[in-house]
């Protein structure tokens, strides 16, 4: 959500900022909403006040006078009421257009309309040579017999894997090793959160309204989660916390849920793209003024994991177009897949500033101020992905796995994954 403060004071600036997001301006519209609806509040504010004294002198009156007087103060009542339901109508307008639009990119972010403007950061790592064809990770799974595609096909549909054997503790071992690094070393805090949420959770990280078709639905009104950033980031919905209870560094490993309805025709082999998925998520709320170096803890403390399993990634920078709603800012790792041939993302890191905040109304005390906090959000990592890059990168000529040694203790001390 946007501060109207801000737009009434930098409506060219807001207008400069939207379209390097692409977007058409839109400051006109709402500053004539807002002037709207302040005038309507200050007619209403009157009209009560009006109301009020009329009913004050009601009983110094006549019978005849205080029946005229009823008459009038009942026309002030129903032209109050007609105010307020024109009013309510503004300020459903005025906020739907507020929340239709995207956070404002940061002064670092590149202009461009998709993923060929954004920026390579780095590079680390380097990349594997092998004396064979490496395969992709579905034709390595599948051989294993520890990848079924099509049983999972038959109970749930495309976009479904079951994962067996060896491979199933693999997955669960990268989860493990992520919570362990990520509260350990860097001193997150483990949740368990809801796997379901309510519409006003949605739309305090900005899932809602735009991007419901994204979103699984149940039949109870609740969304399925597409990632732990909606239920960890609203750990502070509605609540006013004290400065010093800043930063606060959540972690969870969750299934997430995603219907990849603009994904049509995209990564329809294989685990990179699915519907149900599991992830390991960094959240951090913090004050104002640490969010920029928050930001790049975060995603250090997500590259360290690769840098553990000893996997090339390179960070990238994202451009306004490619960015998601909510962030202000985005850094993507990409991890280094050699079945493709190419680097592929694993994670992005995010800060939102305040725009998050806004729309759950979660603030902080600082200095007898009540002020927004500021949230970010990145995967530490994408788990399942994490196992694609893990298969592809270690894999040998005879279609073994060779485990990372920094998931040798979560697999009992395996050293290879072979065919049972």
């Known amino acids: 959500?946007?501060?109207?403060?801000?737009?009434?004071?930098?409506?060219?600036?807001?207008?400069?900022?939207?379209?390097?997001?692409?977007?058409?301006?839109?400051?006109?519209?709402?500053?004539?909403?807002?002037?709207?609806?302040?005038?309507?509040?200050?007619?209403?504010?009157?009209?009560?006040?009006?109301?009020?004294?009329?009913?004050?002198?009601?009983?110094?009156?006549?019978?005849?006078?205080?029946?005229?007087?009823?008459?009038?103060?009942?026309?002030?009542?129903?032209?109050?009421?007609?105010?307020?339901?024109?009013?309510?109508?503004?300020?459903?307008?005025?906020?739907?257009?507020?929340?239709?639009?995207?956070?404002?990119?940061?002064?670092?972010?590149?202009?461009?309309?998709?993923?060929?403007?954004?920026?390579?950061?780095?590079?680390?790592?380097?990349?594997?040579?092998?004396?064979?064809?490496?395969?992709?990770?579905?034709?390595?799974?599948?051989?294993?017999?520890?990848?079924?595609?099509?049983?999972?096909?038959?109970?749930?549909?495309?976009?479904?894997?079951?994962?067996?054997?060896?491979?199933?503790?693999?997955?669960?071992a990268i989860a493990n090793f992520m919570l362990d690094k990520h509260t350990t070393e860097f001193g997150y805090t483990e949740i368990i959160p809801p796997n379901m949420v309510r519409d006003a959770a949605a739309y305090g990280t900005g899932q809602l309204p735009k991007f419901s078709e994204d979103l699984f639905k149940t039949n109870t009104d609740h969304w399925l989660i597409p990632t732990a950033e909606v239920p960890l980031t609203n750990l502070v919905l509605e609540t006013i916390l004290q400065e010093d209870q800043l930063p606060q560094r959540l972690t969870a490993w969750t299934p997430c849920y995603r219907s990849e309805a603009g994904a049509a025709g995209r990564d329809t082999r294989g685990m990179i793209r699915q519907h149900q998925f599991s992830k390991v998520e960094l959240v951090s709320i913090t004050k104002e003024e640490d969010s920029e170096e928050e930001l790049e803890r975060m995603l250090n403390c997500a590259t360290s994991i690769l840098d553990d399993l000893h996997i090339s990634y390179q960070v990238v920078l994202l451009s306004s177009g490619d960015m998601g709603f909510s962030a202000e800012k985005t850094y993507d790792i990409e991890v280094w897949l050699p079945g493709e041939g190419k680097y592929r993302e694993i994670s992005s890191c995010s800060n939102c500033r305040s725009f998050q905040a806004r729309r759950m109304n979660a603030r902080y005390k600082s200095n007898d101020q009540n002020k927004f906090v500021h949230t970010l959000n990145g995967s530490g990592l994408a788990v399942g992905r994490t196992l694609i890059a893990v298969l592809e990168n270690y894999q040998n000529s005879d279609g073994s796995i060779s485990i990372p040694e920094a998931l040798m203790p979560y697999m009992g001390n395996l050293t290879k994954i072979s065919k049972v």
């Open 1 to 172: 959500m946007h501060d109207l403060n801000f737009i009434r004071e930098n409506a060219n600036l807001f207008d400069e900022l939207l379209k390097k997001r692409f977007l058409e301006p839109q400051s006109k519209n709402i500053l004539e909403l807002d002037s709207k609806k302040r005038n309507l509040l200050t007619q209403s504010q009157e009209m009560r006040s009006e109301r009020k004294n009329l009913s004050s002198s009601f009983s110094k009156l006549d019978e005849n006078e205080k029946s005229k007087l009823q008459q009038k103060v009942q026309k002030i009542k129903s032209d109050i009421d007609t105010l307020e339901k024109e009013l309510s109508i503004i300020e459903t307008q005025l906020k739907g257009i507020l929340s239709s639009i995207p956070n404002l990119p940061h002064q670092d972010v590149p202009v461009g309309e998709d993923e060929e403007a954004n920026q390579i950061i780095k590079t680390v790592g380097e990349i594997p040579k092998f004396d064979f064809t490496p395969k992709l990770h579905f034709e390595l799974g599948e051989n294993l017999d520890m990848l079924d595609f099509e049983q999972a096909g038959k109970v749930s549909g495309t976009r479904f894997v079951y994962l067996k054997n060896h491979l199933a503790k693999l997955e669960r």
